[in-house]
């Protein structure tokens, strides 16, 4: 049905015939959630920029970021600098010649950004004033680290207050261009360093000596204390670096941990929150790829990041680039077979816009989940069954999202008060209700 609106259900009072009962309890209340959205990458927006008409670019930010008219993006993850999708190659924001260091950041300027990602940051904060954009690197400067170069390596913590100066510096251009930052995250991936594209190694103990003796210091001394860090940054599989960067000195400036998709599963957010329940948990990135099937990614995405990420106590749901070309590119590394939430084929004159499984997926919770929303308690029948997720907008209203996993249709009842409906759902199929 691809996001189309079905016909309305109604609430009756009585019992109900099904055995599947999702019963939605909007006294108990979890989680506050951010937003869902993903990356506007130098390929992205440099696609959006260059090959697509005024027109088409125009239709295609409202069908991403307007709630009314398309699906409610709020949320954007954006590299600082270079990443492994920029079509410009790899930059920083303080490029130095070879052999050459800038320790005082005098060569500091994210002029890069200003011919086309902050022009349509700026479009997208009109179209959604409530966008939230978190910002990091996927390297620091090449002649900040010990390789001199993007790719790989790791940081010279001789330059830890340079870098520290570096984020107080970008959030400071951004606003300067009427673009908040809401928060930072140290460094993309920090257990995954490659040749093959900006990245770095970055151990959990020099994560938390950054943020305690540089990075939160100086975001503090600079007036943007309120600008959140995020820890961590990587696959569910390792709960020990969150938890050694949440617990260890870096503790007091760190608002929480963010989670990617690429290894373990989503428990791992719960035994994260369970450990530091003070603190929050975000989920940052997860690319689709050409190589799978619409209804294969509709479930997987649905039951692990709409239902599995959120029920464990995630703020946020962010996919990453949104937008490729039909060749998965512009390519600045090694991934082959990325996906982005649309494709922009510029292959055919004027350019043909895709939405893809990962745009349907955002929309079911971006369009109805406002920021600022709870997630609040309903009983859920687990994998292979019918699962869910409920959230109450600030208006008050709910919203159910459902996924029947099962391999056959399935029938269930939605209780809620003293009423309820009965609803049924192809295999394989999701449906989002609202209700006042």
């Not at 108990?28 to 027109?55: C, H, P, R, V």
């Not at 200003?114 to 400067?141: C, D, F, R």
């Not at 984020?167 to 673009?179: E, M, N, R």
């Amino acid at each position: 049905m691809l996001l189309q609106t079905q016909p309305s259900v109604s609430f009756a009072t009585g019992g109900s015939s099904s055995s599947l009962i999702i019963t939605v309890n909007s006294t108990t209340q979890y989680q506050q959630m951010d937003g869902f959205g993903g990356s506007l990458t130098d390929s992205s927006a440099w696609l959006i920029w260059n090959e697509l008409s005024s027109s088409q670019q125009a239709t295609l930010m409202q069908e991403l970021f307007s709630p009314s008219s398309g699906i409610g993006i709020s949320f954007l993850r954006q590299p600082m600098g270079a990443s492994d999708f920029s079509a410009s190659g790899n930059y920083s924001y303080d490029d130095m010649p070879a052999g050459q260091t800038d320790p005082n950041l005098a060569n500091f300027s994210v002029t890069h950004d200003a011919t086309y990602i902050i022009p349509l940051l700026k479009q997208a904060l009109v179209v959604n004033p409530n966008i939230k954009v978190v910002a990091l690197p996927w390297s620091p400067p090449a002649w900040m680290k010990t390789t001199g170069t993007m790719n790989g390596g790791n940081m010279n913590t001789t330059y830890s207050p340079s870098l520290a100066q570096y984020f107080v510096d970008f959030v400071q251009a951004y606003q300067q261009q009427g673009i908040p930052i809401y928060a930072l995250s140290v460094q993309n991936e920090p257990l995954y360093s490659t040749t093959g594209y900006p990245s770095e190694s970055l151990a959990a103990t020099d994560e938390s000596t950054f943020i305690a003796n540089n990075l939160g210091p100086a975001l503090s001394t600079a007036g943007l204390g309120n600008v959140n860090i995020f820890g961590y940054e990587h696959n569910w599989n390792n709960t020990a670096y969150p938890e050694s960067v949440l617990g260890g000195s870096a503790g007091q400036y760190v608002a929480g941990s963010s989670f990617h998709c690429y290894a373990g599963d989503p428990s791992a957010q719960s035994t994260v929150e369970a450990a530091f329940p003070a603190k929050s948990i975000w989920f940052t990135e997860c690319s689709g790829t050409t190589s799978s099937t619409f209804s294969g990614d509709l479930v997987w995405n649905a039951e692990n990041l709409l239902i599995g990420s959120t029920r464990n106590w995630a703020r946020s749901v962010s996919l990453w680039n949104l937008a490729l070309d039909q060749n998965s590119g512009p390519r600045n590394g090694t991934c082959t077979n990325c996906r982005g939430v649309v494709t922009i084929d510029d292959s055919v004159s004027p350019s043909n816009v895709t939405f893809n499984v990962e745009y349907y997926i955002l929309g079911h919770l971006g369009k109805f989940v406002a920021p600022g929303a709870h997630r609040i308690d309903s009983n859920t029948f687990g994998s292979g069954s019918i699962e869910d997720v409920a959230f109450q907008n600030p208006d008050g209203s709910i919203v159910l999202f459902v996924l029947n996993s099962a391999n056959d249709t399935g029938t269930f009842a939605v209780s809620f008060g003293a009423q309820s409906f009965n609803y049924t759902l192809p295999a394989g199929a999701v449906a989002t209700f609202t209700w006042n």
